[in-house]
Nanobody
Framework: VQLVESGGGSVQAEGSLTLTCATSAYTSPYTYCMGWFRQAPGKEREGVAS????????IYADSVKGRSTISQDNAQYTLYLQMDGLRPEDTGTYYCAAAAVPTQYCLSGYFPPGNVGYWGQGTQVTVS
């Protein structure tokens, strides 16, 4: 599975960004848990949002709930993360990720970085 992120950048607090992940996961006959993770300098990588490829129901971390929307376009092989009301603490490198796991596992909300099978290269988000 290949994953290529884009859309990062520098914004002021309360601004918005939409991250895009072009991925081959949607061409696979297998179900994947697709997710966005982020890592701030000196901190561990953490999950932000996730959704199963053939389901679409979203799961959000408490830190972004109400401010972010994860969505996917299966026909365009693309995963999105729209982020509104950005805060300085949202600063970090954002990674698109995929794991070949059952839908119910993805919907459980338990999707730690150690269970990810595929990572993108990351895109930087800076909020000032």
């Amino acid at each position: 599975v290949q994953l290529v992120e884009s859309g990062g950048g520098s914004v002021q607090a309360e601004g918005s960004l939409t991250l895009t992940c072009a991925t081959s996961a949607y061409t696979s006959p297998y179900t994947y848990c697709m997710g966005w993770f982020r890592q701030a300098p000196g901190k561990e990588r953490e999950g932000v949002a996730s959704t199963p490829t053939r389901d679409g129901r979203p799961i959000y971390a408490d830190s972004v709930k109400g401010r972010s929307t994860i969505s996917q376009d299966n026909a365009q092989y693309t995963l999105y993360l729209q982020m509104d009301g950005l805060r300085p603490e949202d600063t970090g490198t954002y990674y698109c990720a995929a794991a070949a796991v059952p839908t119910q596992y993805c919907l459980s909300g338990y999707f730690p970085p150690g269970n990810v099978g595929y990572w993108g290269q990351g895109t930087q988000v800076t909020v000032s």
